[in-house]
């Protein structure tokens, strides 16, 4: 097996089919997942085995792809309405990120504009244009990349929520873009990774890919980031997202919207880091977001141990809303946007890059 670099992301097509880095496993075990039919898709979407927005739209895109290959449908009408279903059921795995349904929706839509003639010429079109969608999603973060290192100026010691890196990309990530460009420059930037409860991502994900690549990483208790900054030593945080309002309210790891009060207070920038596709012109604020609840026992559990007495439950809200009025500026694609948001994120384009 290929030695995994950053750049190559956490999910591709190769040879011998779609490829997930199985991320539940990390870092302890490194393994790549070949999933061959749609429920094997559906479920490592919805156990987190790939996840980060723009990864789990990648990897639905091409589960178009497996379920079409699993069933072989014998025309193209029978192709289409396999699709359909197809798309239902993955776009049922996670409802907070809009990256999913957004890459289900081009990917349908861009294959049936091709108006296949046959369950094959189908088949070309759906991985065709889900092989274009990855290949963006790596040149999305380079873009972002740039738009962080022009914000961050001389910023370099950087905290960060969750993963919102290669693993949760095509490519570089988006919170950790402009790290690994100005790590690249020779620039000495050092991270601050939330260990990011009740999964870990920040402390198994994170500081995993982070340290590969030779960029200093310290693994810190979530409810440590308060004391960090008072103490001085966070020039600036970054986040990602998993949808972004027409208003800037933003949906992002639970305990996003606790950095950002802490944040405000200490007078820190927070950038959220996110592609165009992150942002959703059909949902106007941040309470139209639906929130992802997981089971109780993510949080109840730690590492396979009960951490709580019998008998109590938890509430395990997935993600939160930061309002937009906590957020510095959005590191885009684009460039940086900065307030007034529905202004400057009306302006967004949503043609992707070519
Ligand atoms: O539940 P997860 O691990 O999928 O949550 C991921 C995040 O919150 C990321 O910050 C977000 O998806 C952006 S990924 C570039």
Not at 133 to 147: M, N, P, V
Not at 207 to 236: C, F, Q, Y
Request: charged residues 20%; glycine residues 10%; proline residues 6%.
């Amino acid at each position: 097996m290929r030695e995994w670099t950053a750049s190559q992301g956490g999910v591709w097509w190769d040879e011998d089919g779609l490829a997930l880095i199985e991320q539940t496993l990390l870092p302890e075990e490194y393994r790549v997942l070949r999933p061959r039919t749609l429920a094997e898709v559906a479920d490592a979407i919805s156990r987190l085995a790939v996840r980060g927005a723009p990864a789990i739209g990648i990897a639905a895109a091409y589960g178009l792809v497996v379920a079409l290959d699993e069933a072989a449908p014998s025309t193209a009408p029978e192709a289409g309405r396999l699709l359909d279903g197809a798309a239902e059921t993955l776009r049922r795995t996670r409802p907070t990120a809009v990256n999913l349904a957004w890459a289900l929706e081009r990917v349908l839509a861009e294959a049936g504009a091709h108006a296949p003639i046959s369950a094959a010429s189908y088949r070309a079109a759906v991985f065709g244009a889900a092989r274009e969608l990855a290949r963006e999603d790596r040149e999305l973060c380079r873009r972002i990349g740039l738009s962080g290192v022009e914000a961050l100026g001389s910023a370099r010691r950087i905290l960060t929520h969750c993963n919102a890196g290669a693993l949760a990309t095509g490519g570089y990530g988006t919170a950790t873009a402009p790290l690994y460009l100005l790590h690249e420059r020779g620039e000495a930037v050092s991270v601050l990774a939330d260990e990011t409860r009740p999964l870990l991502q920040g402390s198994r994900l994170t500081a995993w890919e982070l340290h590969r690549a030779g960029i200093p990483v310290r693994v810190t208790a979530d409810g440590a980031s308060g004391a960090l900054m008072a103490r001085g030593l966070v020039d600036a945080v970054i986040v990602g997202a998993d949808r972004i309002a027409e208003n800037g309210d933003t949906a992002n790891k639970i305990g996003t919207f606790n950095l950002a009060l802490a944040a405000a207070y200490h007078g820190i920038p927070i950038y959220v880091a996110a592609p165009f596709s992150t942002f959703d012109p059909k949902t106007p604020d941040g309470s139209a977001i639906p929130i992802e609840e997981r089971a109780p026992e993510e949080v109840l559990a730690f590492a396979g141990r009960r951490v709580a007495p019998e008998g109590v439950t938890s509430l395990n809200l997935a993600f939160d809303v930061t309002p937009h009025a906590l957020v510095t500026a959005f590191l885009t694609d684009q460039g940086v946007l900065r307030p007034p948001y529905p202004a400057s994120i009306a302006r967004l384009s949503r043609q992707g890059v070519s």
